[in-house]
């Protein structure tokens, strides 16, 4: 049951629904047994109602959320031989960004890339919020570079407010670490999965994303700015990150609309933080669906498989007036 304290505002009737079901359950007495049947289809039903019309505000704030499954959340359940590698072998090794072998499900060898936020304040300030500096992204590629000497396919998992803006980053050059991640990835002669999980900003997020194929949860957005920084540029005023989130088309059905993911999973009832497990089965089959049928073109040809990628990159942005 989700904690008061971690439940957003929309959550909340929901969660003083299932308290009371706990509290009735505690109990333990015959007698209420139709009384919590009710109450249990009463916040089942309010669940449903509420969820079906979320705003996108709403769903920014659902991508946040403070119990929401992270990259090595999902790892763990789907590649329990995950050896993580360190280091962009020219600065350091950067927590926001990680990396490194496994098999998928016990399957297919693959090399695993993903923002890595952290809980609590210590382990956050460890990972940065989640936003690498570029000897994350430097790391990154280093790492993708090796998936293509061993023909390994590439999954990666998205979930950054984006790159890390502050002065170290840039005189280490963090707009050439990004530049050069989407170099690499747009050539790479292996298939590559992307999992938008969370947040997925600016270029921060795309330094990770340029794949075949692009997945995003219900609840996870994907956009080149903030709903807060595109407030504060375009009307000199960041309350308004409602109403840019809603002009922006930031959500996950928008951007299947627009034709820049492909694929929506659905997400559990409340959400991947009500039951992280299902989530990851969720994603499990679907990362493995695509890998299949990638894989089958990478083993016929390469050269299609980067036309493919090509021509996926090249349809994006049109539009009729």
């Known amino acids: 049951m989700l904690s008061p304290r971690h439940a957003l505002d929309f959550e909340r009737p929901i969660v003083e629904l299932e308290q009371k079901i706990a ?8 007698q209420l047994g139709q009384e919590l049947q009710q109450l249990e289809w009463k916040a089942k039903r309010l669940q449903q109602e509420v969820f079906a019309q979320l705003t996108p505000w709403q769903k920014v704030q659902l991508s946040r959320h403070p119990l929401r499954p992270f990259s090595l959340d999902y790892i763990n359940r789907l590649v329990p031989d995950f050896f993580e590698l360190h280091g962009d072998r020219a600065f ?7 990396g490194g072998l496994g098999r998928w499900q016990g399957g297919q060898a693959v090399l695993l890339l993903g923002h890595q936020k952290g809980r609590g304040t210590q382990e956050n300030l460890r990972r940065n919020f989640g936003m690498p500096r570029p000897e994350g992204y430097r790391k990154g ?12 396919p590439v999954v990666s998992f998205i979930d950054t407010p984006g790159a890390y803006p502050g002065l170290d980053a840039e005189e280490r050059g963090q707009a050439e670490a990004i530049a050069k991640n989407l170099e690499v990835m747009a050539g790479l002669p292996v298939p590559i999965v992307a999992v938008v999980i969370g947040e997925g900003g600016s270029g921060g997020a795309l330094a990770l994303g340029v794949a075949d194929r692009i997945l995003m949860l219900e609840y996870a957005v994907y956009s080149v700015i903030s709903p807060e920084g595109c407030a504060a540029i375009l009307w000199k005023d960041p309350d308004k990150a409602e109403t840019a989130a809603q002009q922006m088309r930031m959500t996950a059905d928008d951007l299947l609309a627009l034709g820049v993911v492909d694929e929506v999973l659905r997400e559990p009832p ?9 989530m990851a089965q969720t994603i499990g089959a679907a ?15 390469v ?4 036309s493919m990628r090509y021509a996926k990159y090249r349809a994006l942005g049109r539009f009729s007036g």
Do not use: I, N, Y
């Open 92 to 98: 350091r090794d950067d927590p926001a960004v990680l």
């Open 23 to 30: 509290e009735l359950r505690a109990v333990g007495e015959a």
């Open 141 to 152: 590629r280093r790492l993708l570079e090796m998936a293509a000497r061993l023909r390994l």
């Open 303 to 306: 050269e299609s498989l980067l």
């Open 270 to 278: 409340g959400g991947a933080h009500r039951d992280p497990d299902a």
């Open 287 to 301: 990362v493995r669906r695509h890998l299949d049928e990638l894989s089958g073109l990478f083993r016929t040809s």
